[in-house]
């Protein structure tokens, strides 16, 4: 499926096309989610507990006060202002467990190249979850993939949702697909900036202080605003960890690789 063609489609139909577009493209990069929710209109509080977030409700009253004062500019990390029980103008969301991201072939742009899946799937009592990395812009002043990782950001995409509405109403929040992601700072080694000897990024979790607690620094973002797939690996020390599966090797390495050789385009991107 060309989802360029699509998102291009929907742009020029003259049919009514129910609104945020489901399919559409920012530069590069084309995306595609599913019609209907996975999960249907779930309070926050409910989404939090479920997803493992315990500053989501934080993180929506930072987003709604971005909104206010700088509505549609791009979105940065930054501190958190937002109590936990800030006051919202909604009350539950719309959950997608996975989006689809598509884009051109970095040296030939007419190209279009495999899709490529990101899951935000909560945990469960047989699993972790899966949240996958990606990389996401946060100054427009940069384009992917020229641009490489300078302006972007490496994240961990860990819930994809809109803003539900109360019923019969449209709210001034509700047209654009938004991202809980957090960030993976990259580590500078020696004077290449990667690891000598795998030639990759070496990546930390970054982190934020509140309430005089440590807690990973995330953030709510416009989807739009993610960019491509990307897969990290985990730094393993001398000793295995044996706590070590698929499923939660995010949660116990303190450092991990950037893997820039899951594909050729990918490669190029990074380097």
Known sequence: MDFFAVATKLLTTTKFVPRPLHTFNIGSTA??????????CVAIDDIATMFGLPDLCAALGDYVRYEGEFSQNFHKFGSRRSAEDVQLPFRDLQIWYKVYLQQKC???PSVVAPTFTIH????????????DFAIMNTDQEFVWPSSSLQ???VVNVCLIMCLASPKNQVGPYSHRFLVYAQ???IVPQGNSGVECTTGLHVLKRATQHVSGMTSTLGDIFPLDQLRSYMHVVPRFGRVADNRLTS???VEYPESFFLNKYIDKDFFYAIS
């Open 31 to 40: 995306f595609c989610i599913n019609y209907d929710a996975s999960l249907h």
């Open 247 to 249: 499923s939660n090797f």
């Open 106 to 108: 970095y040296h030939d």
């Open 120 to 131: 935000a799937c909560h945990p469960n009592r047989s699993s972790k979850g899966q949240y």
């Open 183 to 185: 960030r993976f700072d």
């Open 151 to 153: 302006g972007h950001s």
